[in-house]
């Protein structure tokens, strides 16, 4: 199986986190927001602005780096939604992908409205609001992990993908 890569622009992203604030506003209010670092906290702070919700809590929870996929570790747990179990909190991440963070997330607060911009199949059950469905063989390209480059038509890609 071959890896799609989707490019997300910075106006992209902005108009599907608004979109997302359009999907929640009316399952508020909240009594404040989970970031989930890092991924999660560019459309936390879209979002938050659309719905005026200002108590933001961060969860930062290691899952893999660029070479290998581990164990979740949670290294920074939210502490204030922490007391409610999640009662009245929204989760914000950019992407669910297989569910290993979503799980841990679920875990930690099981009362709380878990969104997310994007979903693959694989981790879509774990999340309650989401935007866009990708394949779960899509790589997305966030605008802060990349920078604008030549990239060569799809036609040559695939021709000498094919042996052409």
Same mark, same amino acid.
């Given at each position: 199986m071959a890896i799609r890569y989707y490019t997300v622009t910075w106006?992209?992203?902005? +108009?599907?986190? @608004?979109?997302? &604030?359009? +999907?929640? #506003?009316d399952k508020g209010p909240y009594a404040g927001m989970v970031a989930i670092? +890092?991924? *999660?906290?560019i459309p936390c702070a879209i979002i938050s602005r659309e719905l005026e919700c200002r108590l933001i809590e961060t969860v930062? !929870? %290691?899952?893999?780096? =660029? =070479? $290998? +996929?581990g164990e979740p570790s949670v290294v920074k747990p939210p502490a204030a939604a922490l007391e409610s179990r999640g =009662? *009245?909190?929204l989760i914000i991440d950019d992407l669910v992908d297989t569910g290993t963070t979503a799980k841990v997330i679920r875990a930690l607060l099981p009362k709380a409205h878990f969104a997310t #911009?994007? &979903? @693959?199949? &694989? *981790? $879509?059950?774990? #999340?309650?609001?989401? !935007?866009?469905? %990708?394949s779960q063989d899509t790589w997305i390209l966030f605008p802060w992990d990349t920078e604008p480059q030549f990239v060569a038509p799809i036609a040559k890609s695939h021709a000498s993908s094919n042996g052409g």
């Open positions: 106006d992209q992203l902005h +108009r599907d986190a @608004k979109a997302l &604030a359009w +999907r929640l #506003v670092t +890092r991924g *999660g906290l930062s !929870i %290691v899952t893999y780096d =660029e =070479e $290998k +996929r =009662e *009245g909190w #911009v994007y &979903a @693959k199949p &694989a *981790g $879509k059950p774990q #999340v309650d609001t989401f !935007i866009t469905e %990708v």
